[in-house]
């Protein structure tokens, strides 16, 4: 059973940048699928970002939210996901969860295991 961790959530003004990391204990990433969620207050948790296990091909796949503007991809050498998010918006505000599964899907329903979530903040 995997065990996740995210990390690199903060304050940054619109049109910066963040660097969140996904981080596993208990079994390797690459065996894995993990997607990246996001939740606004009275909003729905919705998914950002994805990338299949490495057996499954590493597919990337990417909302049209952040479409352009991230890029998802492992660091095996540090059992590590990382989402760089460039040229953010105040609407990208949430908190960022990441979390594992067998594939890539949309739908949280999807996933097993879940990180406590980063706190993203863009606002100047």
């Known amino acids: 059973q995997v065990q996740l961790v995210e990390s690199g959530g903060g304050l940054v003004q619109p049109g910066g940048s963040l660097r969140l990391s996904c981080a596993a204990s208990g079994s390797s990433l690459e065996d894995y699928a993990i997607g990246w969620f996001r939740q606004a207050p009275g909003n729905e948790r919705e998914g950002v970002s994805c990338?299949?296990?490495?057996?499954?091909?590493?597919?990337?796949y990417y909302a049209d939210s952040l479409k352009g503007r991230s890029t998802i991809s492992r660091d095996n050498t540090k059992n590590t996901v990382l989402l760089q998010m460039n040229n953010l918006k105040p609407e990208d505000t949430a908190v960022y969860y990441c979390?594992?599964?067998?594939?890539?899907?949309?739908?949280?329903?999807?996933?097993?295991?879940w990180g406590q979530g980063t706190q993203v903040t863009v606002s100047s």
């Open positions: 990338i299949d296990s490495s057996r499954s091909g590493g597919y990337t």
């Open positions: 979390a594992s599964a067998l594939r890539c899907s949309g739908s949280p329903e999807g996933y097993g295991e």
